[in-house]
């Protein structure tokens, strides 16, 4: 390839969503609604279970760091699409563009592992009840939490760094509306061979292997449910696990059409609506699975409307 013409590129320009210029005002405040949304519901949860006695549980305290999560995620990728939104296209330098990328990247895999704790605090609840007070103590809980935070911030270094080192030549227009690994590799001028390489050993770590855990712990929970004798003893099994699994299919459903399928350029469009539906829609829902599916987080919501009221 002859570099003589090719102009090093410093800065990326993000134009997110096109064709949306009647529109633009409209998405904002519907995006910026939604990301109130995210903000209050998750602070909700994280407000709620170091206030509430009863819920000082492993579940509750991994749910809590779940909602820490999501907040983030959206923070990182949410107030910029709104920028790109106002003003119709955002240019972020190539530093701030591969810093997006590594807090993205971090905080996926650490919702990976986060949902993976999870599971094995169910796995343990539902079939080894007797030695759960034993097994999941709180030294233990603190050290899966701070094991899931600092694993899922340590491979993608290496994969930001990679990108990093890339050299961008002509081409410096992302149709995305945040910075990905995809729009990297497609604008870079070198080889990309060992990036990708890299991207995908770390990512199968912390993501496919974190999933076979779950899919291996639910494998476990609903043979031990099935063989309880008691009706009432399955629905009540099954109800401890069912706001997790639920999560935990939207979350890996999406993941996995996501970047599990080799991105073409006419499904662009398609690629976008499901990172919004990522970033956005999943973290938006979470909360409000959880308070519907969990009798403690709705009886301790009444008990502070209660207590506020009473004020009044």
């Known amino acids: ?5 090719q102009t090093t590129v410093t800065e990326f ?20 609604l939604i990301y109130i949304a995210i903000f209050m ?6 407000t709620l279970v170091p206030t509430m006695t009863h819920l000082h549980t492993p579940m509750y305290f991994y749910l809590g760091n779940l909602s820490l999560s999501d907040v983030l995620l959206t923070t990182n990728i949410v107030p910029n699409m709104l920028h790109i939104l106002w003003t119709e296209e955002e240019a972020m330098s190539i530093a701030g563009c591969v ?6 990247g971090s905080l996926t895999a650490t919702e990976c592992l986060l949902l993976t704790v999870m599971s094995y605090d169910r796995y343990l609840a539902i ?35 990679s990108v990093y080192k890339l050299q961008y030549c002509d081409l410096n227009t992302i149709d995305h509306f945040f910075c990905d690994l995809a729009p990297f590799l497609n604008l870079a001028c070198s080889d990309t061979t060992t990036v990708k390489m890299l991207a995908f050993l770390l990512s199968f770590l912390v993501t496919f292997f974190p999933f076979l855990l779950i899919i291996m712990s639910y494998i476990s929970i609903m043979y031990t449910i099935i063989r309880m004798r008691s009706e009432k003893g399955r629905q009540k099994a099954f109800s401890t696990c069912s706001s997790h699994l639920v999560v935990v299919s939207l979350y890996y459903g999406t993941l996995f059409i996501l970047y599990g399928i080799p991105a073409q ?19 938006l829902l979470n909360p409000v699975i959880y308070s519907l599916k969990n009798q403690e987080i709705t009886k301790a919501f009444e008990k502070i409307f209660i207590i506020k009221s009473g004020l009044r």
């Open 41 to 46: 519901g998750n602070c909700f949860i994280m």
């Open 1 to 5: 390839m002859n570099n003589n013409n």
């Open 265 to 283: 350029k006419h499904l662009i469009g398609i690629n976008k609506l499901l990172s919004l539906l990522y970033t956005i829609v999943t973290p």
């Open 127 to 161: 079939c080894n009840p007797l030695r759960y007070s034993s097994k999941m103590t709180s030294t233990r809980c603190r050290s899966l939490i701070c094991f899931s935070w600092l694993v899922g911030f340590t491979p993608t270094l290496p994969v930001s760094v």
């Open 99 to 104: 810093l997006q990328f590594y807090i993205f």
């Open 13 to 32: 320009i993000i134009i997110g969503l096109k064709n949306i210029h009647q529109n633009r005002m409209l998405f904002f405040t519907l995006l910026l």
